[in-house]
């Protein structure tokens, strides 16, 4: 596998999961979640792991604040529990505050740290 260099382009899919369909998306193991966090919650590896794992085997987890939103890159062992996770926590309410995650597929075939 070639080693990709960090390139912020590459981080997420820019085609909206909600105009294209599942099959016309790159979809890779890695996943991004956008938390649009309205109280400022602070987002833990524990709880997304705890969100994010009964989807299947989450390899890698790295989450950072850009711009007020809370992002997170989630790695699966494979595509199909990226895909799970994606069909079934995309617009999910995180927080009772209102604080929703979208979810899309992200360019990255693994997440290097």
Do not use: P, Q
């Not at 994010?52 to 085997?57: C, H, L």
Request: with cysteine; glycine share 2%; aromatic share 12%.
């Amino acid at each position: 596998m070639e080693n990709d260099s960090v390139d912020v382009s590459k981080f997420f899919n820019r085609s909206s999961s909600r105009t294209k369909s599942l099959t016309e998306a790159k979809m890779t193991s890695v996943i991004l979640v956008c938390v649009y966090n309205k109280n400022g919650t602070i987002i833990t590896h524990d709880l997304l792991h705890t969100v994010f794992s009964s989807y299947g085997n989450i390899l890698r987890i790295l989450i950072f604040e850009k711009m007020k939103v809370w992002k997170a890159f989630i790695e699966y062992d494979n595509i199909d529990s990226a895909l799970e996770a994606k069909r079934n926590l995309d617009d999910f309410l995180l927080f009772n505050d209102g604080s929703r995650m979208n979810i899309y597929f992200s360019n990255l075939d693994t997440i290097k740290f």
